[in-house]
């Protein structure tokens, strides 16, 4: 049986950013910024590709969709990125 696309679990940048609805070019800074604030990192044991439930856990806090189950408040975006 085939593997749907939104049943992986593993996504690389570029798959995160089609998730995202972002170019593929620019997620690469997106990224680094977010990291900085907790967006999970890509792991070598999975060819370097990011866990994708951890990211969308990360982006519904961001976008105070939900808190954590510590109880840790939503991220607070600190206003609009220039990316070029």
Do not use: H, T
Request: charge should be negative; proline fraction near 7%.
């Amino acid at each position: 049986m085939a593997e749907r696309a939104q049943d992986k679990l593993f996504l690389d940048d570029k798959e995160i950013a089609a998730r995202l609805g972002v170019r593929a070019a620019m997620f690469p800074s997106i990224a680094q910024v977010l990291e900085k604030d907790g967006f999970p990192r890509r792991d070598p044991l999975f060819e370097d590709k990011r866990y994708w439930p951890a990211c969308r856990s990360y982006l519904d806090r961001r976008q105070g969709v939900r808190q954590d189950d510590d109880g840790a408040l939503p991220l607070n975006p600190d206003g609009k990125e220039n990316w070029s």
